[in-house]
């Protein structure tokens, strides 16, 4: 294995062999949301309007644009990850990201709804051509006992960029010079990012180069096959799929959790999408110090049985909280919300509940990476992302079975949850 090692005994935040990679990666994520965001808040409080849109069915349509790439694109990026220095590769995707932004940019300001949901499908395959990086080169770049410290910054990073980029595409867009503010500075983290991978140093490909399937729709199906007959790395796989699974349905639920379920302002959703997203980084960076430098699988079920409690915990928080509402009153703000005692159960809860997926997620990514074939682990990062894109889907299916069914957000919470005891269990059948 082909491993970079440059001053060793430095922090990986200031080491090169780590540095570019977690700003590409961060700067990225931060671009995808701002993007995407900003796009959605535009749809639903202005062009829906305006046009005579469904702004539920166009927000669902978006969503699915963007992560239909996953399923499709990644299985192909995964055989051309292991067949190139992925440096390279991750340089030239970059540069992409910046002709994407730039046309974005015409698109925001023009509002043309077709232009703007061609730029996000595109963002959406931009991204899953980079997810066979961003993980399958970690290997390459660090020491085995550092694997761990090195997800747990890579996700944490994730999680917060993530939640940076929601916050400043939903607050500026709307704005007299949002739409301008925006542009620019996608266009300008995007070219941030560019540099940040010249930085990179190279990551060559281990063993001989696959041959590529350019049949996405076939490609999908062997990288699947073919990830199956590695035991210990598609465990891995199924279990990261779970958490995604879970983790779509709560994040596509909580802007009507915290305005139907709550009574609160968009304050509140950005509450707890906060507590969601820091509470995540918080359990990623925890995970090194908590399970040590080789974690594995069975770890994985504490992580998983926090999910379950949590999840079951927050349905009599809820309605403990409901009991005090005033429902015929104005909604309540971010401000009146943390200050009132009957929701800090609720805040608790999703602490826990994001806390414990950073847990249960970090764990498992090492696992796949140290599995994985050293010559097809694009292959198999590849693999990860696209049955993570279909366990979303599953996920947005039940959520919209359950929701026909006359369910409450608080009641799929805990169902959904719930099978965190079941996930834990299976993990702690898995051997070491």
């Given at each position: 294995m082909t491993q970079v090692i440059d001053a060793q005994d430095a922090p990986l935040l200031t080491a090169r062999r780590f540095a570019p990679l977690f700003w590409v990666q961060a700067l990225g994520a931060f671009n995808d949301q701002v993007f995407k965001t900003g796009f959605l808040?535009?749809?639903?409080?202005?062009?829906?309007?305006?046009?005579?849109?469904?702004?539920?069915?166009?927000?669902?349509?978006?969503?699915?644009?963007?992560?239909?790439?996953?399923?499709?694109?990644?299985?192909?990026?995964?055989?051309?990850?292991?067949?190139?220095?992925?440096?390279?590769?991750?340089q030239v995707i970059k540069a992409l990201e910046i002709g994407l932004m730039i046309v974005g940019a015409i698109a925001f300001h023009v509002q043309n709804l077709t232009l703007l949901y061609t730029l996000l499908f595109f963002m959406g395959a931009q991204s899953a051509l980079f997810a066979p990086i961003k993980y399958g080169i970690l290997p390459q770049y660090l020491k085995p006992e550092e694997l761990a410290r090195g997800n747990g910054l890579i996700q944490a990073a994730t999680f917060l960029a993530i939640l940076l980029g929601q916050i400043v595409g939903a607050k500026l867009v709307l704005t007299s010079a949002g739409v301008t503010a925006i542009s620019v500075g996608v266009i300008g983290v995007a070219f941030t990012g560019f540099v940040a991978s010249l930085f990179a140093p190279p990551a060559p490909p281990v063993g001989i180069p696959p041959k590529i399937d350019w049949v996405l729709p076939r490609a999908m199906w062997g990288i699947i096959r073919d990830g199956r007959k590695v035991r210990g790395a598609f465990r891995a796989i199924l279990g990261i799929a779970w958490f995604w699974?879970?983790?779509?349905?709560?994040?596509?639920?909580?802007?009507?959790?915290?305005?139907?379920?709550?009574?609160?302002?968009?304050?509140?959703?950005?509450?707890?999408?906060?507590?969601?997203?820091?509470?995540?980084?918080i359990g990623a960076l925890l995970c090194a110090r908590l399970f040590g430098e080789r974690p594995a699988v069975p770890m994985a079920a504490w992580g998983a049985a926090g999910i379950a409690v949590a999840s079951v915990a927050l349905w009599p928080a809820t309605e403990y909280w409901r009991a005090g509402v005033d429902f015929s009153g104005p909604l309540i703000g971010f401000a009146d919300f943390a200050g009132n005692p009957r929701a800090w159960p609720i805040l608790g809860c999703f602490g826990v509940l994001a806390a414990s997926s950073g847990l249960y997620?970090?764990?498992?990514?090492?696992?796949?990476?140290?599995?994985?074939?050293?010559?097809?682990?694009?292959?198999?990062?590849?693999?990860?992302n696209t049955v993570d894109a279909l366990a979303m889907a599953s996920s947005a299916l039940l959520a919209a079975v359950l929701v026909g069914a006359g369910m409450r957000q608080w009641d799929i919470y805990t169902v959904v949850g719930s099978t965190g005891f079941i996930a834990a269990f299976w993990a702690m059948q898995q051997k070491r």
């Amino acid at each position: 294995m082909t491993q970079v090692i440059d001053a060793q005994d430095a922090p990986l935040l200031t080491a090169r062999r780590f540095a570019p990679l977690f700003w590409v990666q961060a700067l990225g994520a931060f671009n995808d949301q701002v993007f995407k965001t900003g796009f959605l808040v535009l749809l639903t409080y202005r062009l829906a309007a305006e046009m005579g849109l469904n702004a539920s069915l166009h927000n669902t349509i978006a969503g699915a644009l963007f992560i239909l790439p996953f399923a499709l694109v990644a299985p192909t990026a995964g055989m051309v990850a292991d067949g190139v220095d992925k440096a390279r590769m991750m340089q030239v995707i970059k540069a992409l990201e910046i002709g994407l932004m730039i046309v974005g940019a015409i698109a925001f300001h023009v509002q043309n709804l077709t232009l703007l949901y061609t730029l996000l499908f595109f963002m959406g395959a931009q991204s899953a051509l980079f997810a066979p990086i961003k993980y399958g080169i970690l290997p390459q770049y660090l020491k085995p006992e550092e694997l761990a410290r090195g997800n747990g910054l890579i996700q944490a990073a994730t999680f917060l960029a993530i939640l940076l980029g929601q916050i400043v595409g939903a607050k500026l867009v709307l704005t007299s010079a949002g739409v301008t503010a925006i542009s620019v500075g996608v266009i300008g983290v995007a070219f941030t990012g560019f540099v940040a991978s010249l930085f990179a140093p190279p990551a060559p490909p281990v063993g001989i180069p696959p041959k590529i399937d350019w049949v996405l729709p076939r490609a999908m199906w062997g990288i699947i096959r073919d990830g199956r007959k590695v035991r210990g790395a598609f465990r891995a796989i199924l279990g990261i799929a779970w958490f995604w699974f879970t983790g779509a349905a709560f994040l596509a639920l909580l802007p009507p959790y915290a305005l139907e379920g709550l009574y609160g302002t968009d304050g509140v959703f950005v509450l707890l999408l906060s507590m969601f997203s820091v509470g995540v980084a918080i359990g990623a960076l925890l995970c090194a110090r908590l399970f040590g430098e080789r974690p594995a699988v069975p770890m994985a079920a504490w992580g998983a049985a926090g999910i379950a409690v949590a999840s079951v915990a927050l349905w009599p928080a809820t309605e403990y909280w409901r009991a005090g509402v005033d429902f015929s009153g104005p909604l309540i703000g971010f401000a009146d919300f943390a200050g009132n005692p009957r929701a800090w159960p609720i805040l608790g809860c999703f602490g826990v509940l994001a806390a414990s997926s950073g847990l249960y997620v970090t764990p498992l990514n090492v696992v796949l990476q140290i599995e994985a074939p050293p010559e097809a682990r694009g292959r198999f990062v590849a693999c990860s992302n696209t049955v993570d894109a279909l366990a979303m889907a599953s996920s947005a299916l039940l959520a919209a079975v359950l929701v026909g069914a006359g369910m409450r957000q608080w009641d799929i919470y805990t169902v959904v949850g719930s099978t965190g005891f079941i996930a834990a269990f299976w993990a702690m059948q898995q051997k070491r």
